[in-house]
């Protein structure tokens, strides 16, 4: 039974990552429009032909 | 693109969706409205950016508006003054553009790369209506950035008054949620570790319990101190000041839970509270979030500086020079041009002027001015370019002075607000039980002395009263919002609810500037209309197009011999009749005949038929709205224009004695103190700068204007014109939201009550506080919520 200590540290660990992730993403400013972002990525990428060298295209 | 949207090109502007008027704006067999929108869409085409026009149907603005002159953005310390930062090669520039409205505008100006290559990366944030932009200070300079956002109708807003919200704000929300974070980790974990004791442990998991009870208290500590620490100095500034507030028990709730927590799992006494302590605090730091929430993109502190512009055209040796406003002097030459504001107490040299006031005094009709005449700061120049010179320095003008009262230097008196009042006597009580208590076990059975003491003050700890006012107001505020009624902040929901007199201005607040219409006094036939409207439709002068707008018909016949003579009238022969438009000295006729000064008189083959008047719209349901606050409240008028509407509205108010007309804007400021000296809680509608002072001055200062990115005066909450006569709804609304608190207080004192009768009797056990808690506390948000919503719906305004 003494696993239970290591994997409630483990949890712990696992979760103070995330609270650490967290304070990262407000801190650089994540959370101060919480809209933009939202309506950014439902943009198009450049018309097909209009400027095809900025596609995806280098990745295939 | 789909079929369908042919049809919208065939009448509105491919850019702007306005009517079009004229066909003549053509171009890649789309149609507009004026020459503005077809440059605006050419540009965007020649660069790749047609985009703009697929994400939303119509994402333009009219483009039906003067010429902005920029010069001034050459000047290098105003230049200085705006940039966010700058070195050698790049320059970070945030402005404010009240005209992103939709996906199209994020759109196009986070490619602005695309249309002037010295630009590195621009950012909106849609909200706040703010792009940032980074470019190459090499390649561009900040007018030509300026100039290229203008030229595709994004035209931001500079003012000396930073309208660039400032990052403070942003700081103080991240605390809070950091804050919140912590709360919301350490709860959850300290829950999960209290499971095994709330179902009980067996004697094989003992080994655990203590192990558990380690971890609980550690999560704790950093709650307490970094999440919680803004109770303990709030309470502890309060206090200081002499006053109970919520705060007190929550801290002293806080406190005694962390120590008694601390104590039983040092002396394996028990299991602790530290699972209500955390979630405590996690649940009112999110009230204080809702409390915090505010409209970004709506500033409620605006003064005379973000009206004024912020550079003037100064005439030096005949070379026009621009300078920052600040640095303009007692005998400086300027230059307002067509549409500019006089930006300081200047003496007219040169021009003809007519300037409109309406913003400034209130009055409804522009003024004329002749040569050597005063002009006050403030006014709107109409037509042409004037020559004037500075009197004073800005900060001293007549209207400018205003700002030097102590209304506007000392804070407003906060009210008291109902949570601080029951929260005092709730104080008083909540110590008196848990000494009570206390005494009463000394005697019987000291050993539960101490333990009932510190149940009362964890168990009665206010979470739930603490939450009921947040997330009534905030749930008011949301609603509010949807109707087009802004709030600076939630208290003054509750100063709404409890006001008695409302004042209101005339100009802009209970007209409409829009819908200004010309009546015309005199006998006049459908005929002769035409041939003043073929007449009118030949000058640029803006009372001309008011009359061709006003007149509304098609060109028929053009004019021969027109003859314009600025500033006094115009002539010329339509269809052979003789017609002359202006003045009465224009017109030659005795100056008795004019008993207005911006008549605008009609003679044709030299009859004289009568005169045109602009004539003020009351808004929409002004009559209804007056009605309905005059059974109830009582209603003054104050306005700085000419008593020549009294008799129009004199019925709505109980004796003429409270319509004042021609009123400064210090004696509207006097008026209302004096209302308040009296006893009387005022709330005040105002629009203009001249109603500042008695915006600032009144218990609640309410501006009313026609497009919220527009100036509004500093006060406490912003409603848009279209509403106006949604007000007795709104006062109803505030009313039933102080009914809601209330309720909500009884139903969270009852949860308390529940606790209490375990508490005094010493056999609180953290289960029932685990449970009691988060129960309350859910029962109030879901309760406040739902009855603001359904009287919301009981007063329409959802």
Known sequence: ?60 | MPAEKTFIIADHCFHCGEDITTGIYKSDDMKFCCLGCKTVYEILSKHNLSNYYIYNDIPGQTQQKQKLNLDYLDVKEIAEKLVDYQDENTSIITLFIPAIHCSSCIWLLEHLYQLQPAVLKSRIDFLKKQVTITFKNQEATLKEIIEMLVSIGYEPLISQQDVVKEKQGDKAERKLITKIAVAGFCFGNVMLLSFPDYFGLGNFEREFKDFFGWLNLAFSVPVVLYSGAGYFSSAWNNLKAKRLNLDFPLALGIAVMFIRTAYEILLHTGAGFADTLCGLIFFLLIGKWMQQRTFQHISFERDYRSYFPVAVTTLKNGAEISVPLSDLATGNRILVRSMEIIPADAILLKGEALIDFSFVTGESQPLKKVLGEVIYAGGRQLSGVLELEVLKPVSQSYLTQLWNNEAFVKPKNAIRTFSDTASKYFSIMLLSIAIGAAMFWMFSDPDKALASFTAVLIIACPCALALSSPFTLAAVISIFDKNGFYLKNNTVIEQMARTDTFVFDKTGTITSPDAAGMTFKGQISEEQEQLVSDLARNSSHPLSRELTKYLNRPAVWSADNYAEKIGRGISGKINGNDVKLGGSAFLGLPLSNSPEKTATHVMINDQYLGYFIIRQRWRKGLNEVLQKLGKRYSLHLLSGDRPHDKYDLITHFESGDQMLFEQSPQQKLDYLLKLQNSGKKTIMFGDGLNDSGALKQSDLGIAVTDNINNFTPGCDAVLDGGSFEKIPQFIQQSKDAVKVIHMSFAISLSYNLIGLFFAVQGILSPLIAAVLMPLSTITIIVFTTTAVRAFAHKNRLL
């Not at chain 1, 540290?9 to 407000?26: D, K």
């Not at chain 1, 650089?28 to 809209?35: A, R």
């Open chain 1, 1 to 60: 039974m003494n696993m239970i200590f290591v994997l409630i540290g483990c949890s712990i660990l696992l979760a103070l990552i995330f609270l650490v992730a967290f304070f990262w993403a407000v801190r650089s400013g994540q959370h101060d429009d919480t809209y933009t972002p939202s309506v950014r990525i439902l943009f198009d990428d450049e018309l097909p032909g209009t400027e095809a060298e900025k596609s995806d295209e280098g990745y295939f």
